[in-house]
């Protein structure tokens, strides 16, 4: 039997494909609790912590905020939750929803100056005159590039 206790930062790191930082991280805002340490002062993790590691790298992958995954670790195992998570899922799609709206209004904006682009030799280039021209309103009257982020 294993020791309960066995993984490195790492090992763990390896096995999850989460970097080490981004478990320090994990660590310090209590998405991830504090292993016990060897003799040495080293973290030593347990299947427990590779268990929760995977449960949030999977949630920040399909995009959920560090705020949802902390609600969604705190739900995990309870009993009547499944209409909270479906709440904050819904929620969620509708957060990509706006963001894909987002970038089709970007993608508008570039392809429209990119046609504008003669794309030869010239010194004269449409793209970087209007991103240049504050007095021209290239993104359609909204923050397109700031909400995009």
């Not at 499944?82 to 963001?99: D, G, L, P």
């Not at 209004?105 to 990119?114: G, H």
């Not at 046609?115 to 991103?131: F, I, K, M, P, Y």
């Amino acid at each position: 039997m294993k020791p309960p206790f066995n993984l490195t930062i790492g090992a763990l790191s390896a096995e999850t494909g989460v970097a080490i930082e981004t478990i320090r991280y994990y660590e310090r805002i209590g998405l991830m609790p504090k292993p016990p340490r060897s003799p040495g002062g080293h973290r030593l993790y347990g299947n427990e912590h590779r268990t929760r590691l995977m449960f949030i790298r999977r949630s920040r992958k399909l995009g959920f905020s560090i705020k949802d995954v902390r609600d969604l670790l705190g739900l995990a195992g309870r009993q009547h939750v499944a209409c909270r998570v479906k709440t904050i899922t819904v929620n969620h799609i509708a957060q990509i929803r706006s963001k894909v709206k987002d970038l089709e209004r970007l993608e508008r904006v570039l392809r429209s100056m990119a046609t504008q682009c003669r794309g030869d030799e010239s010194t004269v280039c449409a793209v970087l005159d209007a991103l240049a021209d504050q007095n021209k309103d290239i993104c359609d009257k909204e923050d397109i590039i700031g909400r995009a982020r």
